[in-house]
């Protein structure tokens, strides 16, 4: 908790752009890896879905949409239940200072 109020006040305001342009590249890259290249009617469906399903999976919106739940709202409402823990957790001191360099750049 320190690490964001340490220096002057808009220390904090600095985490939370770096915060957001990591999350930012994070979807990105995860909506990139989780890509299919199943080409429609010729190669098998995954899952047995239908095409207009298959189409969906193909643009890599499925792992934005995972990424955004998993990695966004969910570290939200723990830190919302435990502040406390939250902050003393030191992965979470090595995410601020990702956050935090990659603001500086």
Known sequence: CELMFHGDERAFARFNVGRQMFVTLCFFVIARVTTLDVVIGVDDNIFGVSDGVQKFFNMGFLGAIIAT???SISWQLVASAFPREFL??????????????????
């Open 88 to 105: 003393s957790n030191p992965l979470i001191y090595v995410f601020a200072l990702i956050c935090l360099a990659l603001e500086a750049t």
């Open 69 to 71: 739940i998993l990695g």
